[in-house]
């Protein structure tokens, strides 16, 4: 059961908000319909008693909140082929297709990476996150193409996740963007949280959880695109997105934020570098993944 604390002091600009808007934009990962089922289930407590959904945060509140474990799916291997880009009996590095979710979730427990993995690497898969995710340490969106680590041994996974905490995993995306950079690079550090009324999205919010992105200008392209390089010092969810787009320049594809599918059906995002030292050798790993073919026909 994974659980959550938060204390409004005398000086938040959360006092009087409502207790399943503020959790929801605390926990992002949740919606407010699952946050408000907490509440009625009594997974949340207010100074030790439960609460309503509409209740009003005070001055000297605290907040608890037990996630309970997920309910076992039926999730079963699946012969899905794999761009294996390494492996070793501890990690295995896979260039991940568009279209393709990372781990299983309720609606949707097939055609995931995770069904992919259980397939290929049998009973080798770290079993710390479960049934719903075993060896994922980390994930990218459907849509977003390129590389990202799992985990085969329990101890590989522990040390990877220790690493992910103190951003120390060095994860580098290729992005094409609408408009052109006056500078050639720059660091977007705008807090992140789920949009107050799309749940869909997230957005910058000063409440929201720190979130930084380093961008480089690779290229100015015709038909007023960019072609750049980010690196994320943090890992919020959609963060290269909501960032690009708040700096005026929405990533071309992107169904969310610009719903614009001209030159491509789905966000034109990769993660092209990905290195760490290894959690078991001590070795540094770097690895790289070409862009993808519906990427490189916007660059012609």
């Given at each position: 059961m994974e659980t959550y604390e938060f204390t409004i002091d005398a000086a938040s600009t959360d006092i009087g908000t409502r207790l399943d808007k503020y959790l929801t934009e605390q926990i992002p990962d949740q919606s407010r319909s699952y946050i408000q089922k907490l509440l009625d289930d009594n997974f949340i407590t207010v100074n030790g008693k439960s609460a309503k959904s509409n209740y009003k945060l005070r001055a000297g509140d605290t907040i608890t909140v037990e996630i309970p474990e997920a309910e076992e799916l039926d999730i079963e291997p699946e012969n899905i082929p794999l761009d294996i880009?390494?492996?070793?009996?501890?990690?295995?590095?896979?260039?991940?297709?568009?279209?393709?979710?990372?781990?299983?979730?309720?609606?949707?427990?097939?055609?995931?990476?995770?069904?992919?993995?259980?397939?290929?690497?049998?009973?080798?898969?770290?079993?710390?996150?479960?049934?719903?995710?075993?060896?994922?340490?980390?994930?990218?969106?459907?849509?977003?193409?390129?590389?990202?680590?799992?985990?085969?041994?329990?101890?590989?996974h522990r040390v990877l996740s220790d690493k992910f905490k103190v951003h120390d995993i060095h994860r580098v995306y290729t992005a094409i963007v609408y408009n052109q950079f006056a500078t050639d690079e720059g660091t977007i550090n705008k807090p992140i949280a789920r949009h107050k009324t799309d749940r869909k999205k997230m957005a910058i919010?000063?409440?929201?959880?720190?979130?930084?992105?380093?961008?480089?200008?690779?290229?100015?392209?015709?038909?007023?695109?960019?072609?750049?390089?980010?690196?994320?010092?943090?890992?919020?969810?959609?963060?290269?997105?909501?960032?690009?787009?708040?700096?005026g320049f929405p990533l071309v594809g992107d169904y969310l934020y610009n719903p614009d599918m001209e030159y491509i059906h789905r966000q034109a995002l990769h993660s092209w570098k990905l290195s760490f030292i290894h959690p078991i050798t001590k070795e540094p790993m770097e690895f790289t993944a070409e862009l993808p073919k519906d990427m490189k026909k916007i660059l012609i």
């Open positions: 880009v390494y492996e070793d009996d501890d990690i295995i590095v896979i260039n991940k297709p568009k279209g393709m979710v990372v781990h299983p979730a309720p609606g949707h427990t097939s055609g995931t990476l995770v069904n992919a993995l259980m397939y290929h690497c049998k009973d080798s898969l770290s079993s710390i996150n479960g049934v719903l995710r075993p060896g994922i340490v980390h994930r990218i969106d459907m849509d977003t193409t390129g590389l990202l680590v799992a985990c085969k041994s329990d101890q590989a919010d000063p409440n929201g959880r720190h979130a930084v992105t380093h961008y480089r200008v690779i290229e100015r392209l015709k038909q007023n695109f960019s072609l750049v390089e980010c690196e994320l010092e943090t890992g919020r969810t959609h963060q290269i997105r909501v960032h690009m787009q708040y700096l």
